[in-house]
């Protein structure tokens, strides 16, 4: 019967792991996707952590893996640290942002991924 109880514990706890995650917006909302001819563009990142309560503030990486996977410190490679801050802020890129660029937010603190999301795509006209 103990063993139930911690496991349903365990389990509890582990599900409010989840709730963790932070919100990122860009200016522009989205880059034109021109294929071969897109141009780099600066950007303006806007991040929003305070669900996660991270203690230490965030690290943002940018990674162009079609499939980056970040699982706390244990976890793969997250890219290229690119800056970090506290629970909310923003900062701006140079010019070598492209459409589908991939921003991943970690805890400062365990590196453990708060939200992964791609610089939006908009049609070329």
């Known amino acids: 019967m103990r063993q139930l109880v911690l496991a349903a514990f365990c389990v509890a706890a582990l599900a409010g792991c989840h709730h963790r995650s932070a919100s990122v917006t860009f200016t522009p909302a989205a880059l034109k996707d021109c294929g071969s001819k897109n141009a780099p563009s600066v950007v ?42 506290g629970e909310t802020g923003s900062a701006t890129t140079g010019a070598w942002m492209y459409p589908g660029t991939t921003i991943i937010v970690t805890d400062a603190k365990n590196d453990d991924v708060l939200a992964t999301v791609q610089v939006p795509k908009a049609p070329c006209n």
């Open 44 to 85: 303006e990142v806007h991040w929003d952590a305070t669900q996660a309560a991270p203690k230490d503030g965030v690290k943002l990486w940018i990674n162009n893996d079609p499939t980056p996977k970040r699982t706390g410190v244990f976890g793969g490679d997250p890219g290229t640290l690119w800056t970090h801050g």
